[in-house]
């Protein structure tokens, strides 16, 4: 891996190390954030990734999505308990449905084409429980905002576990693709000690002032 990559990752593991309570040891995030998005500003897909909007694949070969018609991929780059860090890339027309990032924070940086992402900041969750699977439905308010359309000339977007948490990705004009960061992993089967699994919503009305989003189960 490029030496950019590997300082990513070193960055990534720093900031968002924890204590056994689940609170972060560096407690200044605002500064090891502004680092990494620095440090992600500075990668070249081509070069640190082998990636370009011809080539269609990185030279990381573990993909969740193997078929090369498959309209999304994701290859991962390196996890730990800590952090997941992958790319995805979107074909042209692609989308990822509006889901969830229950207690986590997120780092998405464009490596090329144009995203559109529509985020939402949950209002209330669910009650906390330890069941690997949800049999019903679910409600949650949110704070909807507007679509963001972001290539890789922009910044990182963020999302923590209060704000931006929910969102959806779709292409504009073309295929795309995107370096993500998750701290920590999703972990559905609680291996680590507490289940984080990703959950699927449709946005379905409006109350008091909120969108209203639908768990799909």
């Known amino acids: 891996m490029g030496s950019r990559i590997e300082n990513v990752i070193r960055t990534a593991v720093h900031a968002f190390a924890t204590k056994p309570n689940g609170s972060l040891v560096n407690t200044n995030i605002n500064h090891n954030l502004n680092v990494l998005r620095q440090l992600l500003s500075e990668i070249c897909p081509a070069e640190d ?3 370009s909007r011809n080539s269609g694949q990185p030279r990381f070969s573990l993909s969740l999505f193997p ?18 860090i992958g790319v995805f890339i979107l074909k042209d027309g692609a989308s990822i449905p509006l889901h969830d990032h229950v207690g986590m924070h997120g780092v998405l940086k464009v ?14 969750l669910p009650a906390q429980t330890n069941s690997h699977s949800m049999q019903q439905s679910w409600y949650i308010k ?7 359309c972001i290539s890789e000339k922009d910044s990182p977007a963020m999302l923590s576990p209060s704000d931006h948490n ?3 990705i779709g292409t504009v004009g073309g295929s795309a693709s995107f370096l993500d960061i998750l701290a920590p992993p999703y972990d559905p089967d609680g291996t680590c000690g507490k289940i984080r699994d990703c959950y699927y919503y449709a946005d379905v009305g ?3 002032g909120h969108v209203i989003l639908k768990s799909d189960c």
Do not use: C, K, W
């Open 49 to 51: 990734l082998g990636l």
């Open 67 to 84: 078929s090369r018609t498959a309209p999304v991929s994701y290859m991962e780059i390196f996890e730990n308990q800590t952090v997941s």
């Open 111 to 124: 490596l090329y084409g144009t995203l559109n992402v529509q985020s939402y900041s949950p209002v209330d």
């Open 142 to 148: 949110a704070r909807r905002f507007p679509v963001s």
């Open 166 to 168: 929910l969102h959806t």
């Open 206 to 208: 409006e109350e008091e």
